[in-house]
């Protein structure tokens, strides 16, 4: 051993490994091979030829292999890009069909009502019937409504400029101070208690059945996706409706919420509301009606299970 | 002038061909490149040293490829798939490096 090798003996594993990756650049194995030649005498014509075009061969291979994988990556990013496209193209070509067959049900319903209208005013048990129903319609939702009464907006934090949209929030802050199904829930059993006649909310009219719930990130009224922020008309006495729904333990609650998670919480008076009616529950059974059959006002119809078709 | 060719041929017929790559291949595509890259300069260098040898370039280009990709394999089977793909491009990386200055070198004097 000489002294100049000694410091590298101390040199970590690591290091002398850098060292020797960084030092061997070139294969040792073409040093050899060119004492090897340098041994021998030259090589013939023939097999130089066979040399330049193996390596012809191989640089082939390479800018094959090059191009292989540039249009891998390139077609990657692509056919996400497309399969995305086609995905939403997708999902707007199946709504605009959910869209017109929503229209076409509402159509047809309105010609069964019609029909069913001049059926029975011909008769006064008809009649009974027909006034009974517009009731239970009433009750049911399944009418539009208009009158004043009380707009309220609940929505989720608005993003304000000092957030960086990459970081700024982690994900479980942005989770927390969504708003829930449950608190849109809250909400509208708080303008019920208040004496709302009829609400909506985003557009969706709620009817005895129709649900609020929480499917992943999206909000379900009656099964319809609404977004944030979440527009609740609510119809009633404008004053009163107010006034007590500001009284209700559920206002204050929401208040809270507001302060604590920047939430979006605004009501306001209304004049005109337009509401939608409900998407009407199905038909499950039904029986021709007789005069001797015709039930009192008030009482309702006895359904009988498997007597009338759908 | 020939290798120059062989090249550019390559790259010409690999984007007008497009010929599909089998799918378990394909993650293995980008490492062989740089494996390649590697062999190529290593060549290179080794021409403008003057001891440039047909048979050594074509073996170590193929082993290259093929090792790069085993190890990558490999990995991807142990669980440390990234890691290893990192590993081999750094050493790879130095040695293109390495061997881009030494040809640098060679070519402009400084």
Same mark, same amino acid.
């Given at each position: 051993?000489?002294?100049?090798?000694?410091?590298?003996?101390?040199?970590?594993?690591?290091?002398?490994?850098?060292? *020797?990756? #960084? /030092?061997?650049?070139?294969?040792?194995?073409y040093?050899?091979?060119?004492?090897?030649?340098?041994?021998?005498?030259?090589?013939?014509?023939?097999a130089?030829?066979?040399?330049?075009?193996?390596?012809?061969?191989?640089?082939?291979?390479?800018?094959?292999?090059?191009?292989?994988?540039?249009?891998?990556?390139?077609?990657g990013?692509?056919?996400?890009?497309?399969?995305?496209?086609?995905?939403?193209? %997708?999902? %707007?070509?199946?709504?605009?069909?959910?869209?017109?067959?929503?229209?076409?049900?509402?159509?047809?319903?309105?010609?069964v009502?019609?029909?069913?209208d001049?059926?029975?005013?011909?008769?006064?048990?008809?009649?009974?019937? #027909? %006034?009974?129903?517009?009731r239970?319609?009433?009750?049911?939702?399944?009418?539009?409504?208009?009158?004043?009464?009380?707009?309220?907006?609940?929505?989720?934090a @608005?993003?304000?400029?000092?957030?960086?949209?990459?970081?700024?929030?982690t994900?479980?802050?942005?989770?927390?101070?969504?708003?829930?199904?449950?608190? #849109?829930? @809250?909400?509208?059993?708080?303008?019920?208690?208040?004496?709302?006649? /009829?609400?909506?909310?985003?557009?969706?009219?709620?009817?005895?059945?129709?649900?609020?719930? *929480?499917?992943?990130?999206?909000?379900?009224?009656?099964?319809? &996706?609404?977004? $944030?922020?979440?527009?609740?008309?609510?119809?009633?006495?404008?004053?009163?409706? *107010?006034?007590?729904?500001?009284?209700? &333990?559920? /206002?204050?609650?929401?208040?809270?919420?507001?302060?604590?998670?920047?939430?979006?919480?605004?009501?306001?008076? $209304?004049?005109?509301?337009? #509401?939608?009616?409900?998407? $009407?529950?199905?038909l499950?059974?039904?029986?021709?009606?007789?005069?001797?059959?015709?039930?009192?006002?008030?009482? &309702?119809? &006895?359904?009988?299970?498997? %007597?009338?078709?759908? | 002038?020939?290798?120059?060719? =062989?090249?550019?041929?390559?790259?010409?017929?690999?984007?007008?061909?497009?010929?599909?790559?089998?799918?378990?291949?394909?993650?293995?595509?980008?490492?062989?490149?740089?494996?390649?890259?590697?062999?190529?300069?290593? =060549?290179?260098?080794?021409?403008?040293?003057?001891?440039?040898?047909?048979?050594?370039?074509?073996?170590?280009?193929?082993?290259?490829?093929?090792?790069?990709?085993?190890?990558?394999?490999?990995?991807?089977?142990?669980?440390? =798939?990234?890691?290893?793909?990192?590993?081999?491009?750094?050493?790879?990386?130095?040695?293109?490096?390495?061997?881009?200055?030494?040809?640098?070198?060679?070519?402009?004097?400084?």
């Amino acid at each position: 051993m000489t002294a100049t090798q000694q410091p590298s003996r101390t040199r970590s594993l690591g290091a002398s490994l850098l060292d *020797q990756v #960084l /030092a061997e650049t070139v294969d040792p194995a073409y040093a050899r091979a060119a004492e090897v030649r340098a041994a021998r005498p030259a090589p013939t014509r023939g097999a130089r030829w066979r040399g330049q075009a193996l390596v012809a061969v191989t640089m082939v291979l390479a800018g094959l292999l090059a191009a292989l994988t540039y249009d891998q990556a390139s077609a990657g990013s692509e056919g996400r890009q497309q399969i995305r496209a086609a995905l939403i193209a %997708d999902i %707007d070509r199946e709504s605009g069909v959910t869209d017109d067959l929503v229209a076409s049900l509402a159509d047809l319903q309105a010609q069964v009502g019609a029909a069913r209208d001049q059926a029975l005013s011909a008769s006064t048990g008809g009649q009974l019937a #027909l %006034d009974q129903l517009a009731r239970q319609e009433a009750g049911a939702a399944t009418e539009p409504v208009r009158g004043p009464g009380l707009t309220v907006t609940l929505g989720n934090a @608005l993003p304000s400029a000092d957030d960086d949209p990459v970081a700024g929030r982690t994900p479980a802050d942005t989770e927390v101070a969504q708003v829930l199904d449950r608190d #849109l829930q @809250l909400l509208v059993n708080a303008l019920w208690s208040a004496g709302a006649e /009829a609400i909506s909310v985003g557009g969706q009219r709620l009817g005895p059945t129709t649900t609020i719930r *929480q499917a992943g990130g999206a909000v379900l009224v009656d099964l319809r &996706p609404v977004t $944030s922020p979440y527009e609740v008309l609510a119809v009633g006495d404008p004053d009163s409706l *107010q006034n007590r729904f500001l009284g209700t &333990p559920e /206002a204050n609650y929401l208040a809270n919420l507001q302060v604590t998670y920047d939430w979006v919480f605004t009501f306001g008076r $209304s004049d005109d509301l337009e #509401l939608p009616g409900a998407s $009407s529950t199905e038909l499950r059974s039904a029986r021709p009606v007789t005069p001797e059959d015709a039930p009192a006002p008030g009482t &309702p119809t &006895p359904s009988v299970p498997g %007597d009338g078709g759908d | 002038m020939i290798p120059i060719l =062989g090249l550019a041929v390559g790259v010409v017929l690999g984007l007008l061909l497009d010929p599909s790559v089998p799918v378990w291949l394909q993650p293995y595509l980008p490492i062989a490149v740089v494996a390649a890259l590697d062999a190529v300069f290593g =060549g290179i260098r080794a021409r403008f040293d003057g001891i440039f040898d047909a048979k050594v370039f074509v073996v170590s280009f193929v082993s290259n490829v093929v090792v790069a990709a085993l190890i990558v394999f490999l990995g991807d089977q142990l669980g440390v =798939g990234a890691q290893l793909s990192t590993a081999v491009v750094v050493v790879l990386g130095i040695r293109i490096f390495g061997n881009a200055a030494a040809i640098r070198r060679h070519l402009f004097r400084a």
